[in-house]
């Protein structure tokens, strides 16, 4: 029979002691775990609804702790966001996870009505014409980067265009004016941060249809403001 001292005893409780309180202190020191809910990035068209999915926090002990989370997202306009998700857990021990939010033009920021100005009035000598008209209409394409521009001018009823960014162009288009013109029109231009203004410089040119000689030439700078 072994009999062990009082010391002993004393010493062997210690030493339990000791073993628990260093086990403890070593999962004190372990930081939460953060799980986002969504994907860690998405990204949206301007003007789209942003859906925050959350995220979830487990402290080294296996408890749910709650998430706090911090977030720039503005889908007004176009950039790169972050949503920060932070948990603390009660011994102070910080985790946080990130995620990236891209806002970008798509062809959905762009459609709608728009008031033109100006018109770029242009003197053919015999007439004047409007270069645009004052109303417009943008509509989508055939493809997801392609637009449909209604009511560009008098004889002009429809221009397609295109964009990539923030950036639009618009091809040539040729028209006639009965008895007095030949003309050929094409622009490029910028569509701004929030997708409601689209600035767009115009190349033009207007040879007489009898015998071919120049009549106009020239670029009109115009802004389309969304309505």
């Known amino acids: 029979l072994h009999v062990r001292s009082r010391r002993q005893r004393q010493m062997c409780i210690r030493d339990r002691i000791l073993s628990v309180v260093m086990f403890s202190c070593k999962k004190k020191k372990t930081a939460p775990s953060v799980s986002l809910n969504g994907a860690s990035s998405i990204t949206l068209c301007v003007g789209a609804e942003y859906v925050e999915a959350g995220a979830?926090?487990?402290d080294a002990y296996g408890d749910d702790i709650d998430v706090v989370i911090t977030s720039n997202v503005n889908t007004a306009q176009i950039g790169t966001y972050t949503v920060e998700y932070t948990a603390t857990d009660k011994n102070d021990n910080v985790t946080t996870e990130v995620s990236t939010v891209v806002v970008e033009i798509c062809a959905s920021s762009i459609l709608g009505d728009y008031s033109v100005n100006p018109t770029c009035d242009i003197d053919l000598v015999v007439t004047t014409v409007g270069l645009v008209n004052d109303t417009q209409t943008i509509s989508?394409?055939?493809t997801d980067t392609q637009l449909i521009i209604d009511n560009v001018n008098t004889f002009i009823p429809q221009m397609n265009a295109t964009f990539s960014g923030n950036t639009i162009t618009i091809p040539e288009e040729t028209f006639s004016i009965v008895g007095v013109a030949e003309g050929s029109i094409s622009g490029a231009?910028?569509?701004n941060e929030t997708g409601t203004v689209i600035q767009v410089?115009?190349?033009y040119s207007f040879v007489d249809n009898f015998i071919?000689?120049?009549l106009a030439s020239g670029t009109c700078d115009v802004t389309y403001t969304k309505q």
Do not use: E, R
């Open 56 to 58: 979830s926090a487990t």
């Open 140 to 142: 989508s394409g055939g």
């Open 189 to 191: 231009g910028t569509i």
């Open 201 to 203: 410089t115009y190349t």
């Open 212 to 214: 071919g000689l120049p």
